[in-house]
Nanobody, 125 residues
Framework: QLQMAESGGGSVQAGGSLKLSCALS????????LGWFRQAPWGAREGVAA????????NAADSVKGRFTISQDNSKNTVFLEMNSLKPEDTGIYYC??????????????????WGQGTQVTVSS
């Protein structure tokens, strides 16, 4: 089975940086799309960024472009989310997720079949 585990969350001040990791194991595929999503308290789960596991193509939400970078380390089967210039509005639980067939509709949580348990990110003013 495909398994994933997020790590790297924590509490930082506004303007700080944090790097999240998503460790993958099991039946991964080159056609997988890995997305990062976040959910604020009482908020909807929104797409943050995604990477095509096959060709490395990336996408990011307008709200994080220029601040967040998604990347992958294939040898370790790990995907990262580097977050810089963090704002209080970035606070939430961050999840990594997999959809099996490419990254079309990467920002739509309902299209992703596999989810990690999430890691908390808190940004204070």
């Amino acid at each position: 089975q495909l398994q994933m585990a997020e790590s790297g969350g924590g509490s930082v001040q506004a303007g700080g940086s944090l790097k999240l990791s998503c460790a993958l194991s099991g039946s991964t595929s080159a056609t997988d799309c890995l997305g990062w999503f976040r959910q604020a308290p009482w908020g909807a789960r929104e797409g943050v960024a995604a990477i095509d596991r096959g060709d490395g193509t990336t996408n990011a939400a307008d709200s994080v472009k220029g601040r967040f970078t998604i990347s992958q380390d294939n040898s370790k089967n790990t995907v990262f989310l580097e977050m810089n210039s963090l704002k209080p509005e970035d606070t939430g639980i961050y999840y990594c997720a997999i959809k099996r067939l490419r990254c079309g509709g990467w920002f739509r949580a309902a299209l992703f079949q596999y989810w990690g348990q999430g890691t908390q990110v808190t940004v204070s003013s």
